[in-house]
């Protein structure tokens, strides 16, 4: 039963790698010579290629799937699987132009009913490292600590109660498809799973994601 959420995440990273491996390789066709008639960069000109250094920061949102190890979380009156909301942040710092070690902060949700008043949400915290293995191309991973909650209306507003802690695990990989001074913009799919012993199970999330990175 778990192996559409396999294959949906399978999909997910495929299409983020083969995206920026593909703009990666436009980026580095050169231009015709001057005199061709088509656009030839100014003499001494260089492509823009992110100088990471110092402090980064940053954050994304997307959309994606959300479900257990046997695929048996509902969803009362939603008609199919719902789809899930995301958001993560993190702060760290370079190691190098290519390497960062990062802090990182995500909770995804999704509904449990058509009325949108119950919800799932993993909230997990870990540390990651970023590597670059193009100047736009990256990977993630990272460990951490994961938590698991329902969240609900009732009489009183909105109640939140702790369904389980464990540990959590961040696969993710992107690519910065518009770059500034100081800046960059990516698409990115993630990856993030929590293990639960006390409840005997595991909850895995895989979505894509817009985000925005900053750096000195």
Not at 52 to 64: H, I, V, W, Y
Not at 92 to 110: C, I, K, Q, W
Not at 145 to 172: H, K, P, R, W
Not at 178 to 200: K, M, Q
Request: with cysteine; charged share 10%.
């Amino acid at each position: 039963k778990a192996q559409p959420m396999k294959t949906s995440i399978a999909l997910i990273a495929g299409l983020v790698m083969a995206s920026g491996a593909f703009a990666e390789t436009a980026h580095a066709q050169p231009g015709p010579p001057p005199g061709s008639g088509g656009y030839a960069p100014p003499p001494g000109a260089a492509p823009m290629v992110p100088l990471r250094r110092g402090l980064a920061f940053g954050g994304s949102a997307g959309l994606g799937g959300m479900n257990n190890q046997d695929d048996t979380i509902r969803c009362d009156g939603c008609g199919g699987a719902p789809v899930a909301v995301g958001a993560s942040g993190y702060v760290g710092f370079y190691l190098g132009p290519r390497l960062a070690v990062l802090g990182d902060l995500s909770a995804t949700s999704r509904p449990l009913d058509g009325f949108y008043s119950d919800y799932l949400v993993q909230t997990q915290l870990t540390g990651n490292v970023r590597y670059w293995a193009t100047p736009r191309l990256w990977v993630q991973g990272g460990l951490g600590f994961s938590n698991l909650s329902e969240s609900y209306e009732d009489e009183f507003g909105t109640v939140s109660d702790t369904v389980g802690a464990g540990g959590a695990l961040v696969l993710a990989a992107g690519f910065d498809f518009l770059v500034g001074p100081g800046f960059a913009w990516d698409v990115n799919g993630r990856v993030n799973i929590g293990t639960y012993d006390g409840l005997g199970d595991t909850i895995t999330t895989g979505m894509v994601n817009i985000g925005i990175n900053w750096f000195q």
